[in-house]
């Protein structure tokens, strides 16, 4: 969905979508599992400046794979957004641009609006967990020899492996 600069400058635009899994592009780990539920509406905060407000509420399942076992791990997502946007106007060549500390809650749009596609799925990487786990309780993979011990238990020690040469000799030069 497009947000027209012209069609806000009229009046708010609601917007209540459901998005398939498979409409928007996410990295190759990551996978929408179900449709993306969004109820919010953009408004034109100030006409001189141009600057429009998105705001509203996303739900939505994600799936990557576990950081613990490489198995899917299942990733529900609810998050509330509330965004400002100003035109680039800036003219600033590409590269490292000094951005004072109230620019750095804004964002900037070029053109005569925005791609409410790109904001959600902006959202939506930025509202994943840190650590992608299957369970709280994921055991992992083994190190020793590799399987995962969710699924078999392994024979190994898990004792840390032998210290290579490297490591004794570094060991030796700092006693």
């Known amino acids: 969905m497009f947000l027209s600069l012209r069609e806000l400058e009229l009046r708010k635009i609601p ?3 459901q998005i398939p899994p498979g409409k928007l592009e996410f990295a190759d780990e990551l996978k929408q599992v179900t449709p993306i539920v969004v109820k ?26 576990c950081d613990r076992c490489v198995e899917p791990a299942t990733l529900p997502i609810e998050s509330d ?21 109230g620019e750095s809650e804004i964002g900037f749009y070029s ?11 902006e959202q939506i990487v930025l509202a994943l967990p840190m650590r992608k786990v299957c369970s709280p309780g994921c055991k992992g993979i083994c190190p020793s020899c590799g399987q995962n011990r969710n699924l078999t ?3 190994c020690d898990n004792k840390p492996p ?4 490297w490591t004794a000799a570094l060991h030796s030069l700092k006693k």
Do not use: N, W
């Open 15 to 17: 917007f209540e979508l």
């Open 40 to 65: 919010g509406e953009a408004e034109l905060v100030s006409d001189v400046l141009g600057e429009i407000r998105v705001s509203g509420k996303l739900r939505v399942t994600m799936e990557a794979p």
């Open 81 to 101: 957004f509330d965004l400002t946007y100003r035109p680039d106007e800036s003219g600033a060549p590409a590269g490292e641009v000094h951005v004072s500390e």
């Open 111 to 121: 053109g005569d609006g925005l791609q409410l596609d790109d904001i959600l799925l």
């Open 153 to 155: 238990p392994c024979a």
């Open 162 to 165: 032998l210290e290579s040469q």
